[in-house]
């Protein structure tokens, strides 16, 4: 039994992981509390068409076409979650 619940602990700090703590984005039509849900649809959908992943290996690879391709995939990941963030009617927050 301990297992399941130490297995059951570690999927929900897993997927609060993943959560951002703050959504970069704003949109004054849409109740503040779904941002975040829009916000992480945007990121998986990015996610999807990009392969980028922040895996944290920035740097770890001497391979030079690898970091070349980490960072086109980055690019695209940014550009799909900028299209998908606006398509819904989002603008960028004001940074703080």
């Not at 997927?15 to 916000?39: G, H, I, L, M």
């Not at 990009?50 to 290996?57: E, K, L, M």
């Amino acid at each position: 039994m301990t297992s399941r619940l130490s297995a059951a602990l570690l999927l929900v700090l897993s997927v609060a992981a993943c959560a951002p703590s703050t959504v970069p984005w704003v949109n004054s039509q849409v109740p503040k509390d779904q941002w975040s849900r829009d916000y992480s649809s945007c990121r998986r959908s990015a996610d999807r068409e990009s392969g980028w992943r922040d895996d944290g290996a920035y740097g770890s690879s001497n391979n030079p076409m690898r970091e070349y391709d980490r960072l086109q995939a980055k690019r695209a990941f940014d550009a799909e979650l900028n299209y998908c963030m606006r398509g819904l009617g989002y603008v960028p927050a004001a940074p703080k």
